[in-house]
């Protein structure tokens, strides 16, 4: 299968069912972004969780109720279809992991885009910090994010992503990473994962461990995963999200 030559052209291709995979390594000079689905009687709720924790889930867009449109900086996408695998969540339980949420989509449906850490592996390459093209390990760490108010509902554990930074290099990929908010920023953690609760690095609850090279330190970011685990425990009716590493892939540029 060849390359997208755009993230709209991936975009089509994906509605029309012809690209399924994950989005990892693909258009490094675009925003990607996570997906959350709630009903309406959720949706303010999960904005006030959202604001509660920026840095975790920093918020692109969200839809009206029942509208799968969304417009980001010009760029007009369907969120029904144009992301390549979702999931589909009742009561807190996955039910289905579908490549389109139509058939799923309801009258009250509201959706967050959300930025991905995806969207700075490009800057991290440009910089000289390889990056594997394929999705990174993701953890359920000990940290327990808590908020205030109705938006407590979706409070749960923080996950995060790991990337493998060549010791003399770390610095740089705290600087270039925080100059992206809408891909989670600078890193929330150097080192040890003992530290995050992380007993074994080699046993991701997400993606493949590919190691830790001699002379690399693992490095954590927040991760777009973290929502997932919420709607674990906030027993809606019904959610949808993106299925890990499948994202969504909008055309503004990063550089």
């Not at 449109?69 to 390549?84: E, K, R």
């Not at 000990?142 to 995060?160: E, K, N, Y």
């Amino acid at each position: 299968m060849t390359a997208p030559a755009s993230p709209l052209d991936l975009r089509t291709r994906i509605a029309s069912g012809e690209w399924t995979t994950a989005t990892a390594g693909l258009l490094d000079d675009h925003q990607q972004a996570n997906l959350v689905v709630v009903p309406a009687s959720a949706a303010a709720a999960f904005e006030e969780y959202c604001a509660a924790h920026p840095t975790v889930c920093p918020v692109l867009g969200r839809t009206q109720p029942g509208d799968p449109t969304m417009t980001y900086q010009g760029c007009t996408v369907d969120i029904s279809t144009m992301l390549p695998r979702y999931r589909v969540w009742d009561h807190g339980t996955v039910v289905d992991e579908p490549n389109d949420l139509s058939a799923w989509w309801k009258d009250d449906s509201v959706a967050f885009v959300l930025g991905c850490s995806h969207t700075f592996d490009g800057p991290l390459r440009r910089a000289g910090i390889p990056v594997a093209t394929t999705a990174p390990p993701v953890y359920i760490t000990d940290r327990i994010l808590r908020t205030a108010g109705a938006a407590s509902m979706f409070d749960g554990p923080l996950a995060v992503s790991m990337r493998p930074v060549d010791a003399d290099l770390v610095d740089e990929a705290v600087a270039v990473t925080g100059r992206y908010p809408t891909g989670h920023g600078a890193p929330v953690h150097i080192g040890d994962p003992a530290a995050l609760g992380i007993d074994d690095i080699s046993r991701p609850d997400f993606g493949i461990f590919a190691g830790v090279g001699e002379g690399q330190v693992p490095v954590f970011w927040d991760c777009g995963v973290t929502p997932q685990l919420a709607l674990g425990t906030a027993d809606l009716a019904y959610a949808a999200t993106h299925y890990p590493g499948h994202m969504l892939v909008l055309d503004a540029v990063v550089s």
